[in-house]
């Protein structure tokens, strides 16, 4: 390096310890990392650091890739604490969809709700995920159910990822529920989502991934398929909502379309498993529902594992079956419930939270050329991000290579 042109690096973050999650944790104590251009441009030992514009004394914090909550539908209005106290009082998660409640109380307050308004209720639970160390977000559209209410629900999440210190991926999910103007004519909602809400929201540039609900409260295999043929058709990934309540065969469907990730998975059988590890298929794993749902069929994890399908843990944060806005819980309660190791879920908040989202090559790891988006912790190891409850050891996340304050909010007069 030489002195006369000035240093190479914008900034370095020095006296840490790095969780590369390169190779397990890939811990490198007393570590330090470099940024340049909003990018990672050096990674090692502090001894060796090189200089830069600006160091970061971090005190001996840990640092590791920005956190990826890679399935959310965190953009919605209302709440169902309604519905949750009538589970409680006996009724189950299929009857009160049945009913007409659930989902579709959901459903009219997004077509009720303006942008604005979408932005206002979904910022505070978007915050309490940022001063975790999220610095990508997945969004789902979904309790729109046509045109307006689904371009609704993806315009607040694009304006999120403009007002709020996180990248947002957004994926919409048109095929989640049947709409009731389309009663006994799910046939009809598909060509609706197929060839008019999904070609219009992507000129939009609303759309960077696209979901389902494979269920038999939601769309068979063959409405799925044809959704995942529109999709490939325009050039866009896929994911899914597979085998949460039944087998529907959807993990081998999504798998059969290179799908990025197969999301619920409590019912998957060997067969899926086998299609998605051969398809490179991520497994998103979603104990906030179980929790919540008090599910009981686990979802294979041992066979997953087995079988080499990479596992990602995200909050699935919705009013109805998961309104849990803490990626760090859902990393205690993938280990707590299911029994998967801390690095697993520290693996699955980063790295194959980047592959469910197509991002692997961006984000997911401390590695050179990945954007610098990092979370300090006040933390002494590693598993004590998924070890605690209800505690946050969030110093600072830096995004970009910018460092900011752990609490943000929308900017005044929002
Ligand atoms: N599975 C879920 O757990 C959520 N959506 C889905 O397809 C539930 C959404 C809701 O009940 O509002
Ligand atoms: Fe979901």
Known sequence: MSERHGPR???????????????????VKDGAIAVHHGRIAWVGARR??????????????????GLIDCHTHIVHAGNRSDEWEARLEGASYEDIAHNGDGMMASVRGARAASVVDLLHQSAPRVSQLLAEGVTTLEIKSGYGLNLQGEANLLRAARRIGELLPVKVRTTFLGAHALPPEFTGRPDDYIAEVTERMLPLLMKEGLVDAVDAFCEHIGFTYDQTERVFAAARKLGLPVKLHAEQLSDQRGAELVARYRGLSADHLEHVTPAGIAAM??????????PGAYY??????????????????????????????????????AMNMACTLWRLTPREALLGATVNAAR????QNEIGTLEVGKRADFALWDIARPAELAYAIGFNPCQAVVNGGVMRARDVGLPAGF
Not at 277 to 286: D, K, N, R
Not at 356 to 359: H, N, P
């Open 292 to 329: 919540f749902l008090r599910e009981t069929q686990a979802p294979p994890i041992a066979a997953l594992r087995a079988a080499g399908v990479p596992l990602a843990i995200a909050t699935d944060c919705n009013p109805g079956t998961s309104p849990l806005s803490s990626l760090l819980l």
């Open 277 to 286: 590890a051969a398809a490179g298929t991520v497994a998103v794993l979603l």
């Open 48 to 65: 060796e650091a090189p200089r830069a514009a600006v160091i970061h004394d971090c005190d001996g914090a840990w640092l590791t890739p």
């Open 9 to 27: 690096y914008d900034a370095v973050f020095a006296n840490v310890n790095l969780a590369t999650m390169t190779d397990g944790y890939g811990e």
């Open 356 to 359: 469910a989202l197509g991002l």
